[in-house]
């Protein structure tokens, strides 16, 4: 491939790129809202848009059309009650999307698979390296979590309000061992 080629097969991939970012955010965008129940016109007004362009606004916002600035895009999460995090996580729409999410996974925390009975478990070993130790009472947490939930000591949306308001912090102190 000579140079001009590379370049601007390098120029269409970078575009690529931006376009999936943007659509990504933009159908978390879409998944919040209408879990909210909010209309775009709703929530176009409650981040302070006028009323006769707020719907279009948010629109464009979900459509990839538009991205939204830093202190809009907080509007946004402050709006439906979420984290920042929540609504740039990645929107993984393919099995090979997911499969190279893990990949990554597996690269930089060290996640392997491994197979029990009929089941493919996503393991950890703790201790291995700093990143290993960080996580660990991150997922205590979602692991203590997931049992409030199974076990009836939390309802789904109290589960769900926890996972997208989940951000770094120190683990919840309240968790004791795996209960």
Known sequence: MNGKMAEASTDWISCRIEWRRKMKIGKRLRYFRR????????????IGFPED???????????GL???????????????DISPAALIAPHLETVTELMHTLFAMEDIYGIT?????YAFCLMIEPFKDEKRTALMPYFMEWYCKKQDLIFGRILKDEYNDWRYHFQEYKAESHVEGAR
């Not at 879990?35 to 409650?46: E, I, V, W």
């Not at 698979?113 to 009975?117: A, G, M, N, P």
């Open 113 to 117: 698979i491994k197979r029990e009975d």
């Open 53 to 63: 362009s707020a719907e279009v606004r948010i629109t464009q916002y979900e459509t």
């Open 66 to 80: 538009r991205n939204p600035r830093e202190k809009l895009f907080n509007a946004m999460c402050a709006a439906l």
């Open 35 to 46: 879990l909210r129940g909010l209309s775009q016109k709703t929530l176009g007004m409650m």
